[in-house]
């Protein structure tokens, strides 16, 4: 099963798997290093939303740490 959230004007398309003990498991795909779970969907949703934000910043300070640019590229 997959969903796709909204991080401002981003998209991020998540895949989730059922898990046996209960619950769901979601992994970003074009994030494969955030990952997150939750009891229901609804939560599973907004804990994935919480993730990728945070991924986000991390990768915007790390960036700004090594004296990086970043560029905004639109398709």
Known sequence: MKTTQ???D???TT???KEPEGGYSGQCLGSPWVISQ???LSEL?????EAIQISL???KDKAKSENKKMVKISA
């Not at 949703?45 to 939303?49: A, L, P, T």
């Open 6 to 8: 909204k991080e401002g």
């Open 10 to 12: 981003r998209e991020f």
């Open 15 to 17: 895949s989730i798997q």
């Open 38 to 40: 939750g009891e229901t």
């Open 45 to 49: 949703k907004d804990n994935m939303c």
């Open 57 to 59: 910043e991390y990768l």
